[in-house]
Structure formats: C-alpha cells, structure tokens
C-alpha cells in the first residue's frame, strides 16, 4: 500500500486527463493546495480554466476513482473547484477583458439580442464576471430587454480620466448606446460617429475585470462589425439564425464577411433559435413552426458546428414577460439550452486559449 502524503496523492492526480485539452490535471497546473487532512482524508483545489466548464463531476470522478486506486483507505476526498478564464490575447483598449464573444445574424428579427441577453445571464449564472454591450447603435434593444431603459450609467474619474460605469444588473455589467443618448440621434449618425462611439464603448467605458463580455451585433453587415473586428480581438463570433431554409442566404452574407483574411474573427458556430414549439401540457413534443434544418444547412455551408437549437419559450408571448428565460424561468427547455450553450462556448474558448499560449 502507498503511503499518503502530498506528493503521492499529486502523482495519483497526474493520471487524470482533462477531457478537453487531453493532459493531465498536474502538467496542466490545474492542481492547487493539496493537503493531507487526517489519515484517511485528503483536500485539493481543481482550477479550472472556466466557471462554467461542463466537465466538473466527470473530472471529480476520474480523481476520486485515481485516488482510490492508490489509497483504498480514503474516507474523505475534499475538492474545492475554483476558475481561471484565460484569455487569448489581452487588449491593451480592454485590458481586464479576457474573450469577447459576438453574437451576429445575417438578417434582423431571428433573436440576436435575445441570444445575447441570455447567453450572457447562463456564463453570469456559472460564476464567470460578465459584460453586455449592445453595439446595435442604430436599433439599441439591450436596455428594454434588460429593463434598465431610461437609467444614466455613472462617471467615475480613473487615474485623472473620465470613465464610464455600465450598469449593473443581474450580475451583468451593462453597456448600450441607449443609455447614453437619445435613441433618435443615433439613427443619423453616418460611419465615422458609429465608428468613434464604437471606439468609445471600450476606451471611455470601464469594463474592469471580465471573463466575458457578449456583444450584441446588429443584424448584417456594415460599419459597425467592420470597425469592431478591428478594434478588439474577438475571441468567438456565433451566427444566429432561424429554422427556415431561405433564412441561410441572409445570414451567410453576414458570416462571409468575418471570413474575409483581414478581417479574420474566429466563426464559432451556429445557433438555431425558435427551433420547435413544445406546448407545455406535451413536453414530449416538438412543432416544428418555422420549418426544419436551416442551422444545420447554414453550419455546414460556413463549414462550421451547430452549436445549438434553441426552442421557441412559450412565456414569451404571455404577457408581461421579459424574454430573459435564463432567469425567469430557468427549468424551461429554452433556459436550459441558453445554459448549453453558455457552456459549450465557454469550453471552447478554453481549449482554443490553451492552444495558442503554448
Ligand atoms: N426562443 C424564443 N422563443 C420565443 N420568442 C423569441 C425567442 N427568441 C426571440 N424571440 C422573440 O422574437 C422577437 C425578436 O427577438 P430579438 O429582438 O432578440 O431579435 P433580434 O435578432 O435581436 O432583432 P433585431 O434585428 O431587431 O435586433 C422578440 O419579440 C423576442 O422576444
Ligand atoms: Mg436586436
């Protein structure tokens, strides 16, 4: 039998893989403060590389089921799970902002914002710190959808400079071309303002520490993506798009674009939204609405994944609801496959950022 210490339980350790990046939790540095409790007890913290990794109780098992094997006399196997986002590549215009994920559509009314808003609520309801910008500055949806309209986010001054505070709501910092002016003075703003209140959003805005800011794309293309793509690493772009089959020639031309080499924005997937309709009294069912296998056609045609279908939310349509399912009703099918989502994101973002700091 082996004898308990530290460095023996850290060599049990060092024979779980971590599914994703396919090393081994001690290579991988994911192991923190082990400590001998007691004869037959042991405490160790797992750090992962994001709050919201969906493989928490498969990596537990594997280190209990390796522990076990070297110390069958283990009664108490305590892990502590904490989190370390890391990130690409850090921006010296955002510096505390770790990925920015962008959520696009190649045309208006599919959900985005939704998609957003949500997307944004499922990584915050993980633990992970993040961020919502509205960079839709012509048609702002954010402040509505978060029920933060009319508030006047604060000024702080940061090392003698003026700085912007989003809102806080929900435990998302909040930040939209809406709450700073007069939503009718936008829609005659040409490039160059768009631009320059773009630019704004992260030179003047205090984002302060963020393991994801989502940004709310507005439909297509224009000057909007064009300058954001180049102002900020965008470390995932999603497409969104809805069932119907004529709907994927829209938003392929929307894709096209971050496509092109200069531009160069990582495509991460697609998301079906309104996907089917399940009534309540049936949740076995599924209507299909809006027809059948427009996600899958687009993913393939962009030669990217399916990431999700999202299911059209009955409360929705009902009165008085907000459309924020994460946290209005979060055992729905629709809140459920946000929380998918959220996690598949985040996972991805953790292996792509593993690879490139090598
Ligand atoms: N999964 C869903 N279930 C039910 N209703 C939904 C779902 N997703 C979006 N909707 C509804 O569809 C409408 C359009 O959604 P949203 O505003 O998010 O779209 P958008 O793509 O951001 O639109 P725009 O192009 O105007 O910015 C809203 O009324 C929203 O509540
Ligand atoms: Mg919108």
Same mark, same amino acid.
């Given at each position: 039998?082996?004898?308990?210490?530290?460095?023996?339980?850290?060599?049990?350790?060092?024979?779980?893989?971590?599914?994703?990046?396919?090393?081994?939790?001690?290579?991988?540095?994911?192991?923190?403060?082990?400590?001998?409790? =007691?004869?037959?007890?042991?405490?160790?913290?797992?750090? !992962?590389?994001?709050?919201?990794?969906?493989?928490?109780?498969?990596?537990?098992?594997?280190?209990?089921?390796?522990?076990?094997?070297?110390? *069958?006399?283990?009664?108490?196997?305590?892990?502590?799970?904490?989190?370390?986002?890391?990130?690409?590549?850090?921006? *010296?215009l955002? *510096?505390?902002?770790?990925?920015?994920?962008?959520?696009? =559509?190649?045309?208006?009314?599919?959900?985005?914002?939704?998609?957003?808003?949500? !997307?944004?609520?499922?990584?915050? =309801?993980?633990?992970?710190?993040?961020?919502?910008?509205?960079?839709?500055?012509?048609?702002?949806?954010?402040?509505? !959808?978060?029920?933060?309209?009319?508030?006047?986010?604060?000024?702080?001054?940061?090392?003698?400079?003026?700085?912007?505070?989003?809102?806080?709501?929900?435990?998302?910092?909040?930040?939209?071309?809406?709450?700073?002016?007069?939503e009718?003075?936008?829609?005659?703003?040409?490039?160059p303002?768009?631009?320059?209140?773009?630019?704004?959003?992260?030179s003047?805005?205090?984002?302060?520490?963020?393991?994801?800011?989502?940004?709310?794309?507005?439909?297509?293309?224009?000057?909007?993506?064009?300058?954001?793509?180049?102002?900020? *690493?965008?470390?995932?772009?999603?497409?969104?798009?809805?069932?119907?089959k004529?709907?994927?020639?829209?938003?392929?031309?929307?894709?096209?674009?971050?496509?092109?080499?200069?531009?160069?924005?990582p495509?991460?997937?697609?998301?079906?939204?309104?996907?089917?309709?399940t009534?309540?009294?049936?949740?076995?069912?599924?209507?299909?609405?809006?027809?059948?296998?427009?996600?899958?056609?687009?993913?393939?045609?962009?030669?990217?994944?399916?990431?999700?279908?999202?299911?059209?939310?009955?409360?929705?349509?009902?009165?008085?609801a907000?459309?924020?399912?994460?946290?209005?009703?979060?055992?729905?099918?629709?809140?459920?496959?946000?929380?998918?989502?959220?996690?598949?994101?985040?996972?991805?973002?953790?292996?792509?950022?593993?690879?490139?700091?090598?």
């Open positions: 039998m082996k004898k308990l210490n530290e460095e023996a339980v850290i060599q049990a350790l060092s024979r779980v893989i971590e599914p994703d990046l396919k090393k081994d939790l001690i290579t991988l540095k994911m192991v923190r403060d082990v400590k001998i409790t =007691s004869a037959t007890g042991v405490y160790f913290e797992i750090c !992962l590389t994001t709050p919201a990794c969906p493989l928490k109780e498969e990596m537990k098992a594997s280190c209990e089921k390796e522990l076990l094997t070297d110390f *069958p006399e283990l009664t108490n196997i305590d892990i502590h799970f904490s989190a370390e986002v890391i990130t690409r590549k850090s921006d *010296p955002i *510096p505390g902002v770790r990925n920015i994920i962008a959520v696009s =559509s190649g045309k208006g009314g599919v959900g985005k914002s939704t998609v957003a808003a949500n !997307l944004a609520l499922a990584l915050a =309801s993980k633990g992970a710190k993040t961020g919502l910008l509205d960079a839709d500055i012509y048609g702002p949806s954010v402040p509505i !959808l978060m029920g933060v309209q009319g508030q006047k986010p604060e000024m702080v001054d940061i090392e003698g400079k003026n700085k912007i505070l989003p809102l806080q709501k929900y435990g998302l910092s909040i930040m939209s071309i809406g709450l700073l002016i007069d009718r003075q936008a829609i005659v703003w040409r490039g303002m768009v631009s320059s209140a773009l630019r704004q959003f992260f003047d805005v205090n984002w302060g520490e963020l393991d994801y800011l989502v940004v709310d794309l507005p439909p297509g293309t224009g000057d909007i993506h064009l300058t954001f793509a180049q102002l900020v *690493p965008i470390a995932a772009t999603i497409v969104v798009t809805t069932p119907q004529v709907a994927t020639a829209d938003a392929r031309k929307g894709a096209a674009m971050f496509q092109i080499p200069q531009i160069n924005v495509l991460t997937g697609v998301v079906e939204n309104m996907a089917w309709f009534p309540k009294e049936h949740p076995d069912e599924k209507y299909f609405l809006f027809g059948q296998g427009g996600g899958a056609d687009l993913a393939k045609q962009l030669n990217i994944d399916l990431l999700s279908q999202i299911p059209l939310d009955q409360s929705f349509s009902e009165g008085g907000s459309g924020l399912v994460v946290i209005d009703h979060p055992e729905s099918n629709t809140a459920m496959a946000f929380q998918d989502l959220a996690a598949e994101i985040a996972r991805r973002l953790a292996v792509q950022s593993h690879l490139t700091q090598r």
